[in-house]
């Protein structure tokens, strides 16, 4: 598909005083390499704006050297043009080097606000405008944005005045709406923390608060019901076992494969995307789940598991570990220790490994577990499953505003920066 050939439908009609131009009319791809990359800024561009980045910490992928590096000063558009589905542009803050990988973006007169074309630019990344005209392996994996195609796009161009004036609207209107989704995103912590801290209390201390207690010899956790018994994880467990590994492909067929994607933030275990293997039935037994089997991660999520609750013939990956508990315990009230600190806290201290933290299953089996009676088990249960219900359920709809408050910014830029908005009269 051919700019040349096509209507611009995302532009769609706009003022009689505005025009429309192709960026290279606007902009050239500058390509300044530093010469002294080593006393220079290093940037980086993030979904958060340009970063400058601190190097001496050695986060992240860093290279071996910053020769060729492109140089950027304050008000240049920097785009990643290699990922048109989570890539972004924004406009620079600060002088700098940043990835030769990049484009940057550097306006030919002064006649631009270039605010404004920021906005529209990032509206193109947001709305997946640029996406159609990409080219690559696949959708997801690389698909980019070629040089021709970025400097022939059509962008939209109203006068002068017209563009300083939506800038000062949409900064201002933007800005409101960011400080609402950031008290909004506060709350919401609030509202997990809270539930952390009643999950918390209740594996540790119960629902009575007349109760006797005694030391549980452990500082941080302090007194506990003095009926409650202590205990390791290991002497509560069946059986435990790391996941079926094959080095075949996937099949269309045979038993679902569980795998730490599968695993949701609620504790539940997603299936529907899951691949099929074909096993014997000597593989088959020793890796098949039952309902209220748990899973663990052995690398790259710690503190994350799922329950198994399925009618769905399964298996799991390599990547997780099978615990299945005894009936000295009932199986919820585990759930609620697993999600509480006085697991992640132990399981935190014991983990190795860099950027993907491994856990081994004599971590999990080490890990100690105060003990409440049957009855007691089933009342806390009862309580924390109504309590964090009500959490949960907030969390969602404070959740869903933040989405709403995400989908109008966006669409109020869009509209304003195509003229369907008429801001010229707007006033502070």
Not at 26 to 48: A, C, I
Not at 103 to 119: A, G, P, S
Not at 206 to 221: F, R
Not at 393 to 410: A, H, N
């Amino acid at each position: 598909m051919f700019l040349n050939d096509i209507k611009y439908n995302w532009i769609g009609d706009i003022p009689k005083d505005w025009e429309v131009k192709r960026i290279k009319n606007l902009f050239y791809l500058k390509k300044e390499v530093s010469e002294n990359p080593e006393q220079e800024q290093v940037l980086s561009l993030t979904m958060n704006g340009i970063i400058k980045r601190d190097v001496s910490s050695n986060e992240g992928q860093l290279p071996d050297t910053y020769k060729g590096y492109t140089k950027i000063y304050p008000d240049d558009i920097v785009m990643n043009p290699m990922d048109l589905k989570s890539g972004w542009i924004d406009r620079s803050k600060y002088d700098g080097i940043i990835s030769p990988s990049y484009y940057v973006l550097n306006k030919l007169n002064d006649d631009l606000e270039i605010q404004f074309f920021n906005y529209q630019l990032q509206r193109h990344y947001k709305e997946r405008i640029f996406f159609s005209f990409g080219q690559g392996v696949s959708y997801d994996y690389r698909w980019g944005l070629g040089r021709e195609t970025i400097l022939n796009f059509p962008i939209v161009v109203p006068p002068k005045e017209t563009q300083t004036q939506i800038v000062s609207f949409l900064d201002t209107k933007t800005q409101k709406i960011d400080e609402l989704i950031q008290k909004t995103e506060q709350k919401i912590k609030l509202l997990k923390e809270k539930r952390t801290s009643l999950i918390n209390h209740c594996v540790t201390k119960g629902l009575n608060p007349d109760v006797e207690m005694k030391d549980s010899g452990v500082e941080w956790i302090g007194e506990i019901p003095s009926e409650w018994g202590k205990s390791k994880v290991k002497y509560l467990t069946d059986e435990h076992r790391q996941g079926y590994y094959s080095s075949e492909q996937y099949s269309e067929t045979g038993l679902k494969v569980v795998r730490i994607t599968d695993l949701n933030d609620d504790r539940t275990i997603s299936i529907d995307k899951s691949p099929h293997y074909n096993l014997e039935d000597i593989e088959k037994d020793r890796f098949i789940l039952k309902n209220g089997d748990f899973l663990f991660p052995r690398t790259g999520g710690v503190g994350r598991f799922g329950i198994f609750n399925d009618t769905t013939p399964s298996i799991y990956g390599s990547f997780l570990i099978r615990f299945r508990f005894n009936k000295k315990i009932f199986l919820q009230f585990l759930r609620y220790y697993f999600d509480s600190e006085i697991y992640l806290n132990q399981i935190l201290s014991e983990i190795h490994g860099g950027v993907n933290q491994n856990v081994h299953v004599e971590n999990i089996k080490d890990c100690f577990i105060y003990v409440p009676g049957k009855l007691e088990q089933t009342q806390i249960v009862e309580y924390l499953d109504e309590q964090t219900q009500k959490i949960d359920s907030t969390i969602e709809k404070e959740t869903q505003r933040i989405e709403l408050l995400k989908e109008y910014r966006q669409s109020l830029i869009s509209e304003v920066v195509t003229g369907k908005i008429d801001v010229r009269d707007w006033n502070k």
